[in-house]
Nanobody, 121 residues
């Protein structure tokens, strides 16, 4: 199995910063992509940022210029630096990894447990 452990959420004032971390462990042969999604009550989970093997990244339009995703491939860890936070960034943030496990020929999606980010004065 594969486990994703997140950390770094919390309460921050508008304009502030937070850094989320997510470490993957378990029976990992390769990780094709790692990223962050977020969800608020009554809404679907949405992509925030994703880092793909090879170095390319994807960002939601709403966070471009404010959030930066980075990966430490040696540690199977992904980070999300969130700056200039706004109240509308308030959500539960979920880590996602697309992982090929040892002995398997395809990748599967794995999710972290979620971490709350609240932006409020």
């Amino acid at each position: 199995q594969v486990q994703l452990v997140e950390s770094g959420g919390g309460l921050v004032q508008p304009g502030g910063s937070l850094r989320l971390s997510c470490a993957a462990s378990g029976s990992i042969f390769s990780i094709h992509a790692m990223g962050w999604y977020r969800q608020t009550p009554g809404k679907e989970r949405e992509l925030v940022a994703q880092g793909i093997s090879g170095g390319s990244t994807n960002y939601a339009d709403s966070v471009k210029g404010r959030f930066i995703i980075s990966r430490d491939n040696a540690k199977n860890t992904v980070y999300l630096q969130m700056d200039s936070l706004k109240p509308e960034d308030t959500a539960v943030y979920y880590c996602n990894a697309k992982v090929t496990r040892w002995g398997r020929s395809r990748s599967d999606d794995y999710w972290g447990q979620g971490t709350q980010v609240t932006v409020s004065s």
